[in-house]
């Protein structure tokens, strides 16, 4: 089970939200259509078809007129009166409601025509059924309602007027508004399952399918028409995302993932006003327009109650899910448009999760330049990786009873063409964000494997080196990553046990349910374990007993300061003992000084590294140290480093023990 999602099968009695709404929402019937306009490019093509269509009445009628006994001048005379709405219909300056009123009324009026010709023929009545079914593509209620009161309007006054141009039937005849209303009422029936269609047609584009609540479609037509009638005054949207949700995904399924989702949405529109939209927007995010908000305390003190409202846990069958989530807030008077606004509260929402979730978190324009620069950097990575812009460094890890060089850590550098050598802090974290650590740690293991190969066979007779490869916690969770390290060992040859791949503390706990069979199919392909950084994170004592690690490296920060009788050097002592304890071998990073390392020595850590042993270097650097190292110019101090004053920490420093 994640960490995030509890479960508790006795049935614990649990706060509902949703038993306390706060507020209902006030929803219009729900078989009427929102009348949600249609997008520019949808509208003018519906609209360019059926404006064509009344054009071509114009020819139509006229020759039915003719073909009807009408003298030719009558039968244009009567078609004339069509060229005037198909017309005006043709021109875009006066708007969608002008042009799609005049088609409606022209499509109509051609109807009227038509059962005018035919002398009130009920088969040529049968066109205004067509005409209305044509006229729901408009999606909109002004040409549909127009063409409902013409058509009882004009067959009233007209069957009132003169009778037999609208009837052929005696008792038709003989009460026209009775009839006109018959047939307005029929026609309106017919129109339910055009409004009725209109109303599914709507529903499935602008809601979603699974909470039924609006899309995120919906929720951008109504910020644009907000800021279109209201300026960008008091309003707010918010974005939420949910914190665990993949967790009680994939532990308890997708079933129960949609139900939690269902819930909350239930829960969420318990907690707003009539007004406020609530949209899903996918996933697990959730958008609120809040409309009509006072300031901004009050946005926040709704966002605030939306958090308490997530955390409490949900029941679903005979379980009990904490969900919690990040809020990202955007005021509608900060952005110009509604992408815009939808867009800032997204990057404040990342904001709220990179600060570790169950929080709120407010847009500032600089979120929108890191977002910016993030984005070029992602494109720049991409290009690097094609570009094979990336170099491995190698830092020496030595064994501290033979005082030899027993191995490398492989750090990854970036050979950037304008901004020179980059050290993984600049870019570790980009490529984890946009997913490209994948493909780029798969090159790291690649490569790290193919070098150690090759020193083996360069010096055949010495043991061969191992190597430490860095995992990104990304790395961990893709799926192809026991694939890509078996492919790296079997193509390098190099021997499973000679790689040791390094994982943190922090990554590991937080997924531990879904990272542990990686790290036991990682074991079984022969390779090592370690935990990097030991001491920074959660060190949970439990979880060391648990993992499935060979050794330890104890953080440079407490080999810093290292004297046995500080604080840090009683940490390092005990973490020593606990690893051999456990049967784990321990690495102790940042030695700098001589000091360090004869305390190192003294606590009867295994390994070392660090600048006083060898900065990170390129890989011929290692072939002149391991050159150094041969049996036959072998010294006591042989693999301990000629330079005794490392001088200035540097990240990227190539040949820096030099
Ligand atoms: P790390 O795995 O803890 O690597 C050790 C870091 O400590 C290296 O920094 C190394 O240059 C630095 N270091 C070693 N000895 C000393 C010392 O005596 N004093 C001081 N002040 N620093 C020392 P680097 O190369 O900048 O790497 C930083 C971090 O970037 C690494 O920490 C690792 O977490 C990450 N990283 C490096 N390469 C890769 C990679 O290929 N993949 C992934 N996912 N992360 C990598
Ligand atoms: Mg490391
Ligand atoms: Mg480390």
Redesign the pocket.
Known sequence: MGAAAQVDSVGAKTARAEDAPERRRVRRPWFLPEGRLLSGELWQQRHRGLTILLWIHVPALFVYGVFRDATPQDAALQVAILVVPATIALVPMLGRNVQSASTSLGLVIAASILVHMSGGSIEAHFQFFVVIAFLTLYQAWLPFLLALAYVIGEHGVLGAIDPRAVYNNPSDIAHPWKFALIHGGFVLAASVANVLSWRLTEQEALHDGLTGLPNRAFLLDSLTKLLGSRGRRNSAVLYVDLDNFKNANDAFGHQVGDELLIALARRLEGQLRAGDVIARLGGDEFAILLTDTEDRAQVHATAKRLLTAFGSPVRINDLTIVAGASIGVAFTEDADTAENVLRDADLAMYEAKRDGGGRVAEYRPQLHSAAVRRAELEVELRAALSEDQFVL?Y?PIVDLRTERIVGT????RWQHPVHGLL???EF?TAAEMSGL?VPL?GW?VREACRQTAAWALLTPDRAPLSVA????PV?LLDRTLVGTVAEALHDSGLEPSRLCL?ITEGSVIKDFDAIMPTLCALRTLGVSLAL??FGTGYSSLSYLKELPVNSV?ID?SFVHDLDASTHNGKIVLAIIELAHALGMSVTA????TNGQLDTLKAMRSDHA????LG??VEHWHIERRLDEQRPQSCSTTAGLPTQRN?GR?S?VSPGGNR
């Open positions: 460094h830092q850590e492989a750090l990854v050290g993984p802090d570790i650590i740690g790291v490869v860095n995992l990104s790395q390094e990097d950084d490296k440079r990073e940042g030695a700098e590294q660090g600048y006083l900065r990170p490392p920490e990240v």
